[in-house]
């Protein structure tokens, strides 16, 4: 049978915290209890002690009820994020990734500068890595799109596939730009086995937070 705590997602981490407490706050009050029957009348026990004691006890308790509500929190959100993804599925996504698919001779990327450059170049890698076209890209900044058409380094035509674009540019001080690939796919799936929802878009799988946008194909 599943517990209330269980069924609130909460972790077992959490739930031994609380077990603990309660033993230790139990012989706790077992020990104050027998060392007030035995206390000299005379000369009393230091009540001070007891008291933080008991104050120390009460912060703890209330740690361990904040972790089981920001446990409860992550588990609601984390329901809220598959059920927004399985809503994705037949739709175009448009994901922050390098990778793209050349399919029928086409591949289409977009990538941001953040400022004008010197000079971009645009290099497109196979899965294994290697370099297979390399061109020149534009220098202001902004948003472009970069359209392959399968063609490698030597002037014929690659096989479908996945494949890779990297940005390499530099500013007007020579420092290096870091651009933002993405790609625009049709959503064909979900998983949710992981830690983090993926999202399937044919043959490319991107984390959920790598989404920026969602349209009606």
């Known amino acids: 049978m599943t517990t209330g705590i269980?069924?609130?997602?909460?972790?077992?981490?959490?739930?031994n915290s609380q077990s603990a407490l309660a033993n230790n706050f139990e012989m706790f009050l077992t020990l104050l209890t027998e060392q007030m029957k035995a206390q000299d009348p005379l000369n009393p026990l230091d009540s001070t002690e007891f008291v933080n004691q008991l104050v120390n006890f009460s912060s703890v308790e209330q740690e361990i009820r904040s972790n089981q509500n920001l446990e409860s929190l992550i588990t609601i959100q984390a329901?809220?994020?598959?059920?927004?993804?399985?809503?994705?599925?037949?739709?175009?996504a448009t994901v922050g990734t390098?990778?793209?698919?050349?399919?029928?001779?086409?591949a289409e990327w977009t990538y941001v500068l953040p400022e004008d450059t010197q000079g971009t170049l645009v290099t497109i890698?196979?899965?294994?890595?290697?370099?297979?076209?390399?061109?020149?890209g534009e220098v202001t900044a902004?948003?472009?799109?970069?359209?392959?058409?399968?063609t490698d380094i030597n002037g014929g035509q690659l096989d479908d596939g996945v494949y890779s674009m990297s940005i390499t540019a530099l500013n007007a001080d020579g420092q290096p730009i870091t651009a933002d690939i993405q790609t625009t796919?049709?959503?064909?799936?979900?998983?949710?086995?992981?830690?983090?929802?993926?999202?399937?878009?044919g043959d490319i799988e991107v984390l959920l937070s790598s989404v920026r946008s969602i349209r009606e194909v």
């Open 6 to 15: 269980e069924s609130l997602g909460l972790s077992s981490t959490t739930r």
């Open 79 to 92: 329901a809220a994020a598959q059920s927004t993804a399985v809503g994705f599925i037949g739709r175009e």
């Open 98 to 106: 390098p990778q793209g698919v050349l399919q029928d001779g086409q």
């Open 125 to 136: 890698t196979d899965e294994n890595g290697r370099t297979v076209a390399t061109f020149e």
């Open 142 to 150: 902004g948003r472009h799109t970069v359209e392959w058409d399968g």
């Open 185 to 201: 796919a049709r959503v064909t799936g979900v998983d949710f086995s992981g830690s983090e929802v993926v999202v399937q878009m």
